[in-house]
């Protein structure tokens, strides 16, 4: 096993190639998750909280719209350098899989917040209202109502996310994040190594067509069963 792990392919060992993998595949996921709890969180604020929601609050709207349309204007690669004493801060380096994940999640959340809101918008008032007329809190519309009746759309909504975050994450490996971009980088660019470089363009595309797919199959189920 060791010695298959040794061959080379375009001069670089299917080891490299696992291991890079991974990284991707660990950046993605952690960031994935923690960016979608707050999103999601962000996104309740937003429908909640709006003119006319269920809870209408103008000041948090305002404060929690303004820190999304803030950080969706700044490029990834410039949050990834900016963020860097806040990311040694809180993970104690800047280079590295694990370090890459600050930046990420902060890069992620606000673009799955309103995608999401966006989402959720879409369910009709007066399924709300009928909620509230029989007698539902706050948070039983939104644990019954509100999002089983968006959860495929939200579904689309985190598959657009991540193939945003797959891309975001090729870029960490820019400043050392490793992973799929890293490999294109030092060991395809730099190495003037144009074969790696389509590689890892080929891995990507099978990797968002793959997550598309997923996605849309999910969504499409969970929308028969409403």
């Known amino acids: 096993m060791k010695e298959y792990l040794k061959i080379k392919i375009f001069n670089i ?3 490299r190639l696992f291991l890079n993998g991974g990284q991707t595949l660990y950046m993605v996921g952690w960031s994935l998750l923690i960016g979608t709890l707050i999103g999601l969180a962000l996104a309740l604020i937003l429908v909640i909280c709006r003119k006319g929601g269920l809870a209408e609050h103008p000041v948090l709207y305002n404060i929690v719209s303004f820190y999304i349309n803030i950080v969706r204007s700044i490029p990834f690669v410039i949050l990834l350098v900016t963020l860097m004493p806040l990311t040694r801060a809180v993970v104690g380096t800047t280079i590295g899989s694990t370090a890459a994940l600050v930046p990420l999640v902060i890069y992620i959340s606000p673009y799955l917040a309103r995608l999401i809101e966006n989402s959720l918008l879409e369910v009709t008032p007066g399924i709300l209202e009928a909620a509230q007329a029989m007698g539902a809190n706050l948070w039983q519309v939104i644990r019954y109502f509100l999002i089983p009746e968006t959860l495929g759309s939200i579904i689309l909504a985190l598959t657009t996310g991540t193939i ?28 003037m190594n144009t074969p790696l470089m389509i590689l890892t363009v080929v891995i990507l595309v099978v990797l968002v067509q793959l997550l598309q797919l997923t996605g849309n199959r999910i969504a499409g189920k969970l929308r028969q069963h409403r």
């Open 164 to 191: 945003g975050l797959l891309g975001a994450s090729a870029m960490a490996g820019y400043v050392g994040g490793g992973g799929v971009g890293d490999l294109a980088l030092t060991y395809g660019y730099e190495k």
């Open 13 to 15: 060992t299917i080891e």
